[in-house]
């Protein structure tokens, strides 16, 4: 039985059936009181469904696995992000708005783009000639410009934005031209039969909108629904909440702190928790601010950056609070390299848990060009170290990769001329007049034989075999076996360092690895499944992770190690140089407020005092905002 705090319990065991508001700070065990909740509602009800919603696909794992001793509770308890419970209602109700059964996800944002820039050639621009300009600085200008039109429709669908007139509220000097670009946009998306994972939302929203039938279908079943990280909800977001729950469902519990609002840059907004919340489903409120996970200079300091959001556990360990200027960012570097090193001598101590070494130890920054000085001293140093990633798969690397993943987006949509178009490029092959032909990979396949490029005797065996999967029910474990087969008779007939061979093997492994997480999670049988669930990052994280941990500050939100190092604290990193507005500055206080409460136990924040730009220019630095009111 876990144990609960008497503010833990009031929220998991209140009266089953009402809308609760749970404002839950750092270390306040809120994850723990969210699958409490859900393990309560489902021994009480015995035979009510919850839906369970998360902002990462990690942290739906972990509470599955949390829940995993319940009763009945892989039927009862749908635990998943909220782009997967709406990927789900495309997926079976998408065909009443006129989709069609089988939608590709562009996730990829050089893909969006592609299809942008399609759209226009389309209608007459041309783009190409406009991107082609010799002038280096000038291109990149011209590229930005085309980003700000993706940024835009980004905008438009987390607003959801539905006619000419809204769009002039967001942008009124211009609007009749974005609206007609953006529609020519999500145009061109279903011609080539897919949707961007924006589209994911709002879809699923639009078939809940115009056809309440089927969300009555979902509040049949499920009865309740929590949200956790609930500061982070956009309006798509919130509003998708809303109309799943309708006029029926009241049992709706939201978890959040709005002092870790950081994802403003995507809509995201703490008003809807806080305000949206209260008004359309008037909540019971609950607070928990009491930290266990941290030490006493841990909260110390989180309480510096934000006054009274902390309250200090009678058990909480002393810790460490060290803040170390450096003469610029290689020093700092230095420094870092220097005090882990004393760190692992060190081995034990009584406040770190289970011995001191480089898992229990991360280096947080604001954004990833503060690492490449610390990234080279810990080479020198031989101390092993990997950069936390986001949960969209990486795109292959090697001839072989590539080609199976382009393979099989192309096998499930022979319409999508973005992967046809790619997969010819580097086959070194003419691209068909048309693209929507199943017999497109065979075809390719005769056609590699006889290309420059490397083996091509593989590559066209590769898509034929492709070409020859069962979509619905793929022999996936008979298709590795085939292919690690030629890889090694490559190997062995020529080169066997050949890295394009070690690379192709190593990326094959991968495939085979996220085919066999997506059939053991359960996630369904099919090619076009298993691509939805890579393109919704269901399948990422098992990859064992070693060495030291180099994060940014939202790639590492809702996680924690004993002790962390926070660099390259200066003015114009942290808080960032573009952040002007209050609004975008009470947000940089936010990320530093969460960087902070990542350390259990001890917690060192370093700055160089000058810096080397790219340009080659050293400038001095002033110390950030937010070490001044750590010092204060």
Partial sequence: MIALSEAQKSVVYAAIGNAMQVLASAGSGKTRVLTERVRYILEQTRKDCVIALTFTNKAADEMRQRLDDTEDVEDRAWVSTIHAVAQRVLEQYGHTIGLPDELHIYERDQDRMEVFLQSLRDHGVDIDEYLQVEDTKERRNRERIMQRYMDVFSTIKRELVTTEDEVSNLYPSDAERIWRIYQDYQAALLDSG??????????????????????????????????????????????????????????????????????????????????????????????????????????????????????????????????????????????????????????????????????????????????PALEKALKEAGISFHMKKGERAAEPDSLFGKVLDLGIRIKLNPKSWVDGKKLCQILELSAPGKWDDNEVLVKLSEQALVSSVKYPELISELLHSIHQLDADDPNVRKFRLKFVGSLEALAKSGDAADPELVTSISELEEFYTSWTTFRRKGLGNSLQSYRNAKALGQLAGDVSSEGLTLSTVHTMKGLEKDIIFLAGMCEGIFPDYRAKSQRELDEEKNSAFVAVTRAKRWLYVTYPRQRTMPWGDVRHQHESRFIKLLQT
């Fill in 194 to 371: 897919g949707i961007d994972f924006d589209d994911i939302l709002i879809r699923a929203y639009e078939v809940l909108q115009s056809q309440e039938w089927v969300g009555d279908i979902y509040r049949a079943k499920y009865k309740h629904i929590c949200i956790d990280e609930a500061q982070d909800l956009n309006k798509a977001q919130y509003e998708f909440i809303k109309i799943l729950c309708g006029d029926k469902l009241s049992s709706v519990l939201m978890v959040g702190d709005p002092n870790q609002m950081i994802y403003g840059f995507n809509g995201s907004s703490s008003t809807y928790l806080c305000d949206f919340f209260v008004d359309d489903f008037e909540p019971s409120r609950y607070e928990l601010i009491e930290n266990y996970r941290s030490s006493a200079k841990v909260i110390e300091a989180a309480n510096k950056l934000k006054p009274g959001s902390q309250k200090e556990n009678d058990a909480a360990l002393q810790g460490v609070l060290e803040i170390a200027p450096q003469y610029d960012e290689f020093m700092e570097a230095d420094w870092i390299v220097e005090k882990v090193q004393e760190l692992l001598e060190l081995k034990t101590h009584s406040e770190i848990e289970g011995g001191i070494d480089l898992s229990n130890m991360a280096v947080i920054a604001r954004n990833r060009f503060v690492f």
